[in-house]
């Protein structure tokens, strides 16, 4: 099935033949995608912090043997739709990150960067190091000169905290993105903070350029880019997650993510705002499931700081009262 919105399309197929039936050779001017891992969809909440009752079901998986034919076969088709010049973010795991290496390398795509997205809270371990980041493989078809918006998000000459370049910063390859919370809502498994695709969104493409993502999932990077006004081409093969892209999309305000400030979560939006009591069981309720990591409680209240737009010492006071 294929919905079209505007010059956004959504098609609800296996990527691969959707690809095949809808792009044209060298149409593609960025690819931004997250493929399934691997690892068995119904475990990954072992692998994150999260409470799997507010996760959208019917998340297809792909069986670890056949992953990577599976990584050839959708990456020679992200090889052909995009066009010189083009560019691809995959997002990808570390337990079959050389399968999805061992295709890109099998085309005629050149590695950019290598990056490490490092998130918060990664699950809880007592005898080994703690499972923190994903990897972020950026690659170019050669051909043509690649986009890159190098005062996308900062100017050249603008000092960070502590007086260093704040572009210099930003463009260093280990990125620190702190995963979304949405507390009460439905997500998608392993759905990506929607500051991770605007980065990736904001330097490597333009206003009206046709962004795909060949693993749609809940849609977040086609709400990002529906945000940044970039046309959107997505695919998903799960019928039940599919019906929920479409809402997100839908919910979406069309350049909503231009007009605000690139440095998020510089921002305390929420502070002197009236506290409801469902703000405060909000905060509780998250508060009780990060304290279940064994993360320490002045890291735990910065964090729900930052993830409900507060004050650290606001946060801290609602833990207290409640004690
Ligand atoms: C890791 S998730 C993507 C999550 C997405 N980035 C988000 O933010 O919501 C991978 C998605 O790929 C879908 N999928 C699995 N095999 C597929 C295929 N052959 N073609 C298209 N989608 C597929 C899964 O159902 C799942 O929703």
New binding site residues.
């Given amino acids: 099935m294929i919905v079209e919105r505007g010059a956004n399309r959504f098609v609800n197929?296996?990527?691969?033949s959707?690809a095949l039936e809808y792009l044209a050779d060298g149409s593609v001017d960025l690819i931004v995608?997250?493929?399934?891992?691997g690892i068995g969809?119904d475990e990954l909440h072992k692998h994150y912090n999260r409470d799997e009752r507010f996760v959208?079901e019917?998340?297809?998986?792909?069986d670890a043997r056949r992953y990577a034919e599976?990584s050839r076969a959708?990456i020679a088709q992200a090889e052909r739709v995009l066009r010189p010049g083009g560019q691809i973010y995959v997002?990808s795991g570390y337990t079959n990150l050389p399968d999805v290496l061992n295709a890109l390398r099998a085309t005629t795509l050149r590695e950019v960067n290598h990056i490490i997205w490092k998130y918060n809270f990664g699950v809880y371990t007592s005898r080994k190091f703690v499972s923190s980041h994903y990897h972020i493989l950026y690659y170019a078809k050669p051909g043509s000169p690649r986009t890159f918006n190098l005062e996308c998000r900062f100017a050249r000459d603008e000092r960070a905290d502590g007086g260093g370049s704040s572009s210099y910063r930003d463009r260093e390859d280990v990125w620190t993105i702190n995963r979304e919370y949405k507390p009460g809502r439905k997500?998608?498994?392993?759905?990506?903070?929607i500051a991770l695709?605007e980065k990736m969104l904001l330097y490597s493409s333009n206003e009206g350029d046709l962004v795909c993502?060949?693993?749609?999932?809940?849609?977040?990077?086609a709400v990002a880019c529906v945000g940044l006004n970039r046309r959107f081409a997505g695919?998903?093969?799960?019928p039940h997650?599919f019906r929920d892209?479409l809402g997100a999309v839908d919910r979406a305000a069309p350049g909503g993510l231009l007009a605000e400030p690139a440095k998020r979560g510089a921002v305390v939006e929420n502070r002197g705002k009236r506290w409801s009591s469902g703000d405060v069981r909000a905060v509780l309720e998250r508060y009780d499931e990060l304290a279940a990591t064994g993360a320490a409680k002045k890291r735990i209240v910065g964090a729900l700081a930052t993830e409900f737009g507060r004050g650290p010492w606001a946060i801290a006071k609602v833990i207290k009262d409640r004690a």
Avoid: Q, R
């Fill in positions: 197929a296996d990527c691969v959707a995608t997250d493929p399934p891992y969809g959208v019917g998340y297809v998986e792909v599976f959708w997002v997500k998608n498994k392993n759905e990506l903070p695709l993502d060949f693993f749609m999932g809940g849609g977040s990077t695919f998903e093969v799960s997650i892209v």
